[in-house]
């Protein structure tokens, strides 16, 4: 297991950007792929919305897909979520997760293990 931490959250108003980081600490970020996923207010689900295996393959969804990009800095051991063309709806609680599993990046919740504890992204109209 791995422990994530983020950081970068905050207030943005729609059309803003922001980028999210998320520092792992462990058993070494090479044997991990990693997922962003975010839980919106009154929902009790995490959504995923980006992914990134160990090839550097990478995998949105379709609410983020050409607004948002997933990377890796092995060298900084941390992952992360720049934010782009920012909307209302992206409004949430951001988490970064990761699974030591291989294959291709995965937005289901599913197969991962290890979860930080998230930051909040507030945009405003």
């Known amino acids: 297991q791995v422990q994530l931490v983020e950081s970068g959250g905050g207030s943005v108003e729609a059309g803003g950007s922001l980028r999210l980081s998320c520092e792992v600490k462990?058993?070494?970020?090479?044997?991990?792929?990693f997922g962003w996923f975010r839980q919106s207010p009154g929902n009790d689900l995490r959504e995923g919305v980006a992914?990134?295996?160990?090839?550097?393959?990478?995998r949105y969804s379709d609410s983020v897909k050409g607004r948002f990009t997933i990377s890796q800095d092995y060298a900084k051991n941390t992952l992360y979520l720049q934010m782009n063309s920012l909307k209302p709806d992206d409004t949430a609680m951001y988490s970064c997760?990761?699974?030591?599993?291989?294959?291709?990046?995965?937005?289901?919740?599913?197969?991962?293990?290890?979860w930080g504890q998230g930051t909040q992204v507030t945009v405003s109209s």
């Open positions: 997760a990761a699974t030591p599993v291989s294959g291709s990046p995965t937005l289901s919740r599913n197969p991962y293990t290890s």
């Open positions: 992914a990134i295996n160990r090839d550097g393959n990478t």
């Open positions: 462990g058993d070494g970020d090479r044997t991990y792929y």
